[in-house]
C-alpha cells in the first residue's frame, strides 16, 4: 500500500494573504508508509504556520524515530503529548483550525479543531462514494479510499456529488492529475462566487 497526493493552496481574488498553512509529509520505514499531512487556518495571526512548523518538527524528531523501531506505535497515543502542547498555545476560542491525519502503514488517526473538513471518498468498484469524517477518528485505511482535507470555502459552492465526480476522475493515481482536480474544484467555485482564499490536501491509497 502506498500513498499519492497533492494539494490546492490560493489568495482570494484580489490577491490577499492566504491565512491557510499545509503539512505534506511522506517517508517510507520498515516497507510502511508513514505520513503527515494537516491543514490549518488562523484568520488572527501566524499561529497556524506556527502549528505547521512544530509538527513537521515532530515528525521528524520523534514519529520517524519511533516507527523505525520493532514495536509499532499506535498512532494516536504516539501523537498525543504533542496535541496537547499545540491545545495549549492556542490563542484563544475559534481563532484557529487545523485538520490532520497521521498514517502509519494502514492504520490511521484523524485529529484536529474548528472548521477544517475531512471527506472520505470511497473509489472502490467504480461507483465513488462520499462522507464526512469527524475528529478525532482512528483506524484502518484501504486500497481504492481518498482522503479530502481542506477549508470549507473550497467545496462552499458545489453539491457533495460534483465534488466526488470531480475527484474520482482520471488520473487520480498520478500526483499532477490530483493537483488538476483540485485545481478544477476551486475553479468551478471560483466561477460560482466564491471569491476567498482556500487550502487543501487530497491523497490517495493505493
Known amino acids: 500500500m502506498s500513498?499519492?497526493?497533492n494539494y490546492i493552496w490560493e489568495k482570494d481574488l484580489d490577491g490577499g494573504r492566504n491565512p491557510v498553512s499545509l503539512i505534506?509529509?511522506?517517508?517510507g520505514i520498515r516497507g510502511r508508509e508513514i505520513c503527515l499531512f494537516c491543514v490549518c487556518e488562523s484568520p488572527q495571526g501566524e499561529?497556524?504556520?506556527?502549528?505547521t512548523e512544530q509538527l513537521v518538527d515532530w515528525f521528524h524528531k520523534i514519529c520517524l524515530p519511533?516507527?523505525?523501531?520493532?514495536r509499532q506505535p499506535v498512532p494516536e497515543e504516539l501523537l498525543e503529548e504533542e496535541l496537547y502542547e499545540i491545545e495549549r498555545e492556542l490563542p484563544g476560542k475559534d481563532r484557529g483550525s487545523y485538520g490532520g491525519l497521521l498514517l502509519m502503514g494502514n492504520r490511521f488517526y484523524l485529529f484536529g479543531r474548528g472548521n477544517i473538513e475531512v471527506r472520505l471518498v470511497n473509489c472502490r468498484y467504480n461507483r465513488p462514494q462520499m462522507?464526512?469524517?469527524?475528529?478525532?477518528?482512528?483506524?484502518?485505511?484501504q486500497r481504492g479510499a481518498g482522503l479530502l482535507l481542506y477549508?470549507?470555502?473550497?467545496?462552499?459552492?458545489?453539491e457533495q456529488e460534483e465534488v466526488c465526480q470531480i475527484l474520482h476522475g482520471e488520473?487520480?493515481?498520478?500526483?499532477?492529475r490530483i493537483a488538476r482536480r483540485l485545481k478544477e474544484l476551486w475553479q468551478e467555485g471560483r466561477s460560482r462566487g466564491n471569491t476567498g482564499p482556500v487550502g487543501g490536501i487530497y491523497l490517495q491509497v493505493v
Open 47 to 51: 499561529w497556524g504556520g506556527r502549528v
Open 151 to 158: 477549508t470549507p470555502l473550497l467545496t462552499e459552492k458545489l
Open 66 to 70: 519511533a516507527c523505525g523501531g520493532r
Open 171 to 176: 488520473g487520480r493515481w498520478q500526483e499532477e
Open 24 to 27: 505534506a509529509q511522506q517517508a
Open 131 to 141: 462522507k464526512e469524517l469527524c475528529f478525532p477518528l482512528s483506524g484502518r485505511i
Open 3 to 5: 500513498i499519492v497526493s
